[in-house]
């Protein structure tokens, strides 16, 4: 998944130069789950419990040849070496010895100034989102 990230919900629409900064959220596979209750039409309160759930995410961070981080964020990124990884036991390793397996880049390629922010080896997140609605029931 890819988000602008811009300040202030700023986005640049021109065709030429665009100043937007993006957030990538790489995976594999993500479940979502949710549950809608129509337990009754039109409830003034409705409460939706969302469920995400992945492994092996991580976030990636694109800022355009503006930006005025772009250069010392690519420099502190390729001083950094190869990128270290956390394991669930807590020791840290190499990009290779945590993944075994290729993985997929398609949009966020490093030769395309993504820079690699953020890895996570499993992620649960929930989000209750509570709805209250201006609508009064008409009989």
Not at 120 to 129: A, E, M
């Amino acid at each position: 998944m890819v988000w602008l990230a811009n300040q202030h919900n700023w986005v640049d629409c021109s065709t030429r130069q665009q100043e937007n900064v993006y957030i990538a959220v790489c995976g594999e596979v993500l479940n979502v789950d949710f549950c809608l209750p129509f337990l009754e039409f039109m409830p003034t309160t409705c409460n939706i419990n969302f469920g995400l759930k992945s492994d092996d995410v991580e976030l990636r961070l694109f800022l355009p040849e503006c930006h005025p981080s772009r250069y010392a964020l690519s420099n502190l990124t390729k001083a950094g070496g190869t990128p270290m990884k956390a394991s669930p036991s807590g020791t840290v390793l190499t990009e290779q010895a945590s993944h075994g397996k290729r993985k997929w880049r398609n949009l966020t390629q490093t030769e395309l100034a993504w820079i690699d922010c953020w890895f996570v080896p499993y992620l649960q997140l929930s989000i209750s989102y509570y709805l209250a609605s201006n609508l009064s029931k008409q009989g």
